[in-house]
């Protein structure tokens, strides 16, 4: 039989999606009768099936593949019941600008035999609701419904079309069981036709304000988050902050490695408050969602601003505005590019000049200062031998592969990561891109399938280390996580920076009532506090059938021991998760010195 399931698979591999993370069930006999169909007809041109005990991490993991190569991979889940089993993932994708295609089934529509397909168990009329594609259509870029056999292909074109357009993002098809079990003639579609919608570039006049605009500055700055999903866009920022000597660079966004930190321009991640913002008499905004925090800190009222970005609108966002003088919707990488043409073209002599020179003179002299100052922070926590985050990064840094992919979801603790990873690499920083905690354990597994498939199979690709939250680690479904990380052999090195809760909280409530009832009592009494705390890599371990490398670390000594196991654990194949307990005895709060700075 060829079916409407059958050609929907064929849409997904002749599109270029090459992994689905499936949870099956009774809307999907025709999908899974499919599966096999391909596996034993299509001879290695199908997507390969990924079993996945849990939505969230089935979704996270299509999501940090797709964010690793920009190539949309697809997930399956089940009726309305597995749609909402897909939680803070979908809103992740949403944020995070991840093409991902997710297909839902339906409840059967016809009760009496009708058509191949008609209800045959209980459960098919409780989970008959008026509107699925509701659950998640606030968060998607298109939602659709699979009717015919017929037109499968061009349904499944048509979301992928939206998925991979700018603002990239999570897609949603249903089709109920009748529909998808339709048998219909084979058929293929004009590939070539089906692209996504590209972006322009700015005009002539609009070049021309902001060259001038940087050029004429006296401490220019850009903003930017996810400008360095496209990774050639890295070498096109570089090449602006090494031609404007004195520009300097900012990430408020942190979900990729957007400039490199070894040059001069570089000053780090910081969410939205960092001095530069406030000094700075030019603003350039380039792909960035949240570049201050106007109750913390925002520009002076003198500062031009401009803003470039694939959504300068923030369509998806209720409330958002900068008082930026002019907006421009337009690709990061080509913007950038014809701002620094037009600058060394048209402004080579001014240049030139000695002011020019003597910025880049300050600016090398203040990011080396500013190296330096990251490096001290890298000590140990107390004479007792415990460490804290920033000295756990370091030794972390210092001993992966230097060409390591980073799974960052360390929360409060992230700029301090990532001043210790200092990345340079394009695609080697990739962060949770909304706020729905646990994206890093199935997003991490992605990433390391995608990078493995791209070099010629299994550990065969770069080495990927996830450092994560304890409270975050929680919220991954560890028991999948690891359960899928054995089945189909992914090793990742997980580092749990276990402060014993969350302390984000925390420092929320702190911002609003910093003199309040809760200022002066622990974590125990906010009941944000994890203690006794659990056996983070114990549940790993579990979930693998006992075959993940599992310890845990609270001292120095420790840490020089395990840490290189762990590391020749994932070399071999092996999954380990090194639960870091930061900073020995608890401080004040429940959580230690780390818990209270980040």
Request: charged share 20%.
């Amino acid at each position: 039989m060829y079916t409407a399931s059958f050609a929907f698979f064929e849409a997904l591999w002749e599109a270029g999606v090459t992994h689905c993370f499936v949870n099956l069930g009774s809307d999907h006999p025709s999908i899974m009768e499919a599966i096999v169909k391909g596996q034993n007809e299509k001879h290695g041109e199908f997507p390969r099936i990924i079993t996945c005990p849990n939505e969230m991490v089935a979704l996270s993991m299509a999501d940090g593949y797709a964010r690793l190569t920009n190539k949309p991979q697809a997930v399956i889940i089940h009726v309305d019941v597995g749609t909402q089993g897909l939680g803070a993932a979908v809103h992740n994708a949403s944020c995070g600008r991840a093409p991902v295609l997710i297909f839902a089934g339906l409840s059967p529509y016809t009760i009496e035999g009708e058509y191949r397909g008609s209800r045959t168990e209980y459960i098919h009329w409780i989970q008959d609701i008026p509107d699925q594609k509701a659950i998640v259509a606030q968060y998607c870029r298109y939602t659709g419904e699979i009717k015919r056999g017929r037109n499968v292909k061009q349904l499944v074109n048509r979301a992928l079309s939206f998925a991979t357009s700018e603002p990239r993002g999570p897609v949603y098809l249903v089709g109920a069981r009748e529909a998808m079990e339709e048998e219909i003639d084979p058929y293929k579609i004009d590939q070539a036709v089906w692209t996504p919608a590209e972006l322009g570039a700015l005009t002539a006049k609009q070049l021309q304000l902001v060259s001038d605009a940087l050029v004429n500055a006296e401490q220019p700055l850009l903003i930017t988050g996810y400008s360095g999903r496209n990774h050639a866009a890295v070498d096109a920022l570089v090449d602006l902050a090494s031609t404007i000597k004195g520009l300097r660079v900012l990430d408020t966004g942190g979900s990729d490695m957007c400039f490199p930190a070894d040059h001069p321009a570089w000053l780090g991640l910081r969410y939205g408050v960092e001095e530069s913002i406030r000094t700075a008499d030019v603003i350039l905004l380039l792909d960035v969602d949240v570049p201050w925090i106007p109750t913390q800190c925002k520009p002076n009222s003198a500062a031009k601003i401009f803003h470039i970005d694939v959504d300068p609108l923030k369509q998806q966002m209720p409330v958002f505005y900068v008082n930026a003088i002019a907006r421009y919707k337009a690709d990061a990488e080509t913007a950038i590019s014809q701002i620094t043409g037009h600058i060394k073209a048209t402004m080579h002599d001014r240049l030139s000049s000695q002011t020019f020179e003597t910025r880049w003179s300050d600016l090398q002299k203040s990011h080396k200062q500013r190296l330096e100052t990251i490096a001290a922070q890298a000590q140990t926590a107390s004479d007792d031998g415990t460490f804290g985050c920033s000295y756990l990064v370091s030794q972390v840094r210092k001993q992966c592969p230097p060409d390591t992919i980073w799974a960052i979801e360390a929360v409060t603790n992230t700029a301090f990561v990532a001043d210790q990873i200092q990345a340079t690499i394009p695609g080697s920083w990739i962060n949770c891109g909304g706020g729905g905690l646990g994206w890093s354990g199935g997003g991490a597994l992605g990433i390391k399938l995608a990078t493995d498939s791209e070099h010629g199979g299994s550990n065969k690709g770069k080495f990927v280390c996830q450092i994560v939250g304890d409270g975050t680690f929680l919220f991954s479904v560890p028991g999948s996580v690891y359960w899928i990380a054995q089945r189909y052999g992914i090793p990742v090195l997980v580092i749990v920076l276990n402060n014993q809760g969350w302390n984000a909280p925390r420092k929320s409530m702190l911002l609003v009532h910093p003199d309040g009832e809760g200022s002066k009592v622990d974590n125990k009494a906010l009941n944000i506090s994890f203690a006794p705390t659990p056996d983070y890599s114990g549940i790993a371990k579990a979930a693998s059938g006992g075959e993940c490398w599992a310890a845990h670390a609270g001292t120095v000594d420790e840490l020089k021991r395990l840490l290189p196991q762990a590391i020749e654990a994932v070399k071999g194949g092996r999954c380990a998760v090194l639960d870091a307990h930061l900073d020995g005895p608890q401080g004040k709060f429940g959580g230690g010195k780390a818990a209270l700075v980040g």
